[in-house]
């Protein structure tokens, strides 16, 4: 059995799946304390497994930092991270079945950022480079975190964010080579 803490979330629709009125005039709370928006007055209580929240509140900030620097808007950036920790919400007993419930967790994070990011106007890191790899490149060097910090967040080891790294920096000059024999 596992310990539960109460939290409130928003609602994105008045009633829940079962067709119950989801309660009106609580107040609404996140993860990292800072006050939501209402959605009307349209709240939903949960109980969520310590070990979630506690995960979710260990990676929230990171999760903003990386999916703002994707998208350019903090707001939007806010909204991606929250969607993708109401995702892992839905698997988090799998979640922890399996080998990494980090890289899980990245996964979906991952997928909202980097189709953000693709869509944005000028160049674009997952543009050339394969979605883990771009992701490696964003949280090294344009959030600055370390390798074992990369590593950590995204759920997987630290040798194979070095060498996610190697690939990029091969990838990147092998782009810049071709960009300069071909006149452009």
Same mark, same amino acid.
């Given at each position: $059995? ?24 609580? +107040?609404?709370? =996140? ?9 009307? @007055? %349209?709240v939903?209580?949960?109980? $969520? ?11 929230l ?6 999916? #703002?620097?994707? #998208? *350019? ?5 806010? +909204? !991606?991270?929250?969607?993708? !920790?109401?995702?892992?919400a839905?698997?988090w ?6 080998? =990494?419930?980090?890289?899980? =967790?990245?996964?979906?994070?991952? %997928?909202? *950022? ?20 771009? @992701?490696?490149?964003?949280?090294r060097?344009? !959030? *600055?975190?370390?390798?074992? %910090?990369?590593?950590?967040? $995204?759920?997987?080891?630290?040798? +194979?964010?070095?060498? $996610?790294?190697?690939?990029? #920096? ?9 960009e =300069?024999?071909? *006149?452009r």
């Amino acid at each position: $059995m596992w310990s539960e803490i109460p939290g409130a979330v928003r609602a994105r629709r008045a009633r829940t799946a079962y067709g119950v009125p989801i309660p009106r005039g609580e +107040e609404v709370r =996140s993860l990292d304390r800072l006050p939501l928006t209402q959605v009307g @007055d %349209e709240v939903l209580e949960l109980r $969520m497994p310590v070990t979630f929240t506690a995960f979710c509140t260990l990676r929230l900030a990171a999760y903003i930092r990386f999916a #703002t620097a994707c #998208t *350019g808007c903090p707001r939007t950036g806010r +909204e !991606l991270a929250q969607d993708a !920790l109401g995702d892992l919400a839905t698997v988090w007993e799998s979640a922890l079945r399996s080998p =990494s419930p980090a890289a899980i =967790s990245w996964n979906l994070i991952s %997928e909202r *950022g980097s189709a953000q990011a693709r869509s944005r106007p000028g160049g674009s890191v997952y543009r050339v480079l394969p979605r883990p790899h771009a @992701d490696v490149v964003v949280l090294r060097y344009r !959030l *600055g975190l370390g390798p074992a %910090e990369v590593a950590d967040l $995204m759920g997987i080891d630290e040798l +194979e964010v070095n060498g $996610m790294l190697q690939y990029a #920096t091969r990838a990147a000059a092998g782009a810049a080579y071709a960009e =300069s024999i071909s *006149g452009r």
